[in-house]
Nanobody
Framework: QLQLVESGGGLVQPGGSLRLSCAASGITLDWYATGWFRQAPGKEREGVSCMSSSDGSTYDIDSVKGRFTISRDNAKTTVYLQMNSLQPQHTAIFYC???????????????????WGQGTQVTVSS
């Protein structure tokens, strides 16, 4: 059974950077699409970035393009989210997820992500 564990969250000042990690246990991510989601206070969870299982292509929502980058290690056991130029509006709980390959084709198909981490808190504040 695929288990995902996030780490790397914390408190950062506006303009700062964080790199979130998502480690998979029990299996490699070769055949899974992977993604990062966030849930800000009082808001619904939304997909932020995803990576295809087939060719490693990525998709980012418009609001994070050029600011967030999803990547994966060569062993395909860890997925990262590099976040730069963070602002208070980026404060949220971030979750990583894995799912069917079609979960990340042209966009983030949230309904096809079925394995989730426990979440890691990111707080941007001075």
């Amino acid at each position: 059974q695929l288990q995902l564990v996030e780490s790397g969250g914390g408190l950062v000042q506006p303009g700062g950077s964080l790199r979130l990690s998502c480690a998979a246990s029990g299996i490699t991510l070769d055949w899974y699409a992977t993604g990062w989601f966030r849930q800000a206070p009082g808001k619904e969870r939304e997909g932020v970035s995803c990576m295809s299982s087939s060719d490693g292509s990525t998709y980012d929502i418009d609001s994070v393009k050029g600011r967030f980058t999803i990547s994966r290690d060569n062993a395909k056991t860890t997925v990262y989210l590099q976040m730069n130029s963070l602002q208070p509006q980026h404060t949220a709980i971030f979750y990583c997820a894995a799912g069917l390959p079609l979960a990340c084709i042209a966009t983030i198909h949230s309904n096809h992500f079925d394995s989730w981490g426990q979440g890691t808190q990111v707080t941007v504040s001075s």
